[in-house]
């Protein structure tokens, strides 16, 4: 019993951080469309704002994917 609450956790946490990352995408996709007229560097604060976002997006990734795993082995466990 003890085993199949540690193997909700990792889902849980999985489910979120996808949540989060489509949010992330999103925003990714309405600031795109937002700046379109604009060039790289024309305005120094939409730029950052755009590295930031890509940078966080990246990061935020990262951690979806190491959270993705991290499933994978608890089931991978569960299931010997």
């Known amino acids: 019993m003890e085993s199949d609450r540690g193997a ?3 889902f849980r946490k999985f489910r979120t951080d996808l949540l989060v990352e489509v ?3 999103l925003a ?7 700046t379109a007229s604009q060039s790289v560097g024309e ?3 939409v730029t950052a704002i755009g590295a930031g976002l ?8 990262l951690t979806t994917v190491s ?3 991290e499933l994978l082995v608890s089931r991978d466990r569960t299931c010997h």
């Not at 990714?28 to 937002?34: A, D, H, K, L, W």
């Open 43 to 45: 305005n120094i604060s």
């Open 23 to 25: 949010v992330l995408l």
């Open 28 to 34: 990714m996709v309405g600031y795109f469309v937002g």
């Open 8 to 10: 909700v956790r990792p």
């Open 54 to 61: 890509m940078a966080l997006l990246s990061w935020w990734t």
């Open 67 to 69: 959270d993705g795993l």
